[in-house]
């Protein structure tokens, strides 16, 4: 399953973020997803992925939030710190 390998690469990314000591816990990871990317990741499984794959402490509790564009890119837009 792609999304798996997607979503933990996703997560790695997420937690050098989170390392540093000053940033606070992760709440909400901000992705825009190409439309032509959208058929073979669908928004629902991704997030299904992202919810039940092991992450660290600062990721526990992290929400994502999708919005489809048109294209085929796959980009993490922002993330919002508690």
Do not use: Q
């Amino acid at each position: 399953m792609h999304e798996v390998a997607l979503v933990k690469n996703l997560i790695a990314v997420l937690e050098k973020e989170a390392a540093n000591p000053e940033v606070g816990n992760i709440k909400t990871v901000y992705l825009e997803v190409g439309k032509l990317h959208y058929h073979d990741h669908p928004p629902d499984v991704i997030e299904n992925c992202f919810a039940h794959l092991p992450k660290p402490e600062k990721l526990r509790n992290a929400k994502i939030d999708i919005k489809i564009v048109p294209g085929s890119e796959f980009n993490i837009k922002g993330i919002e710190w508690e």
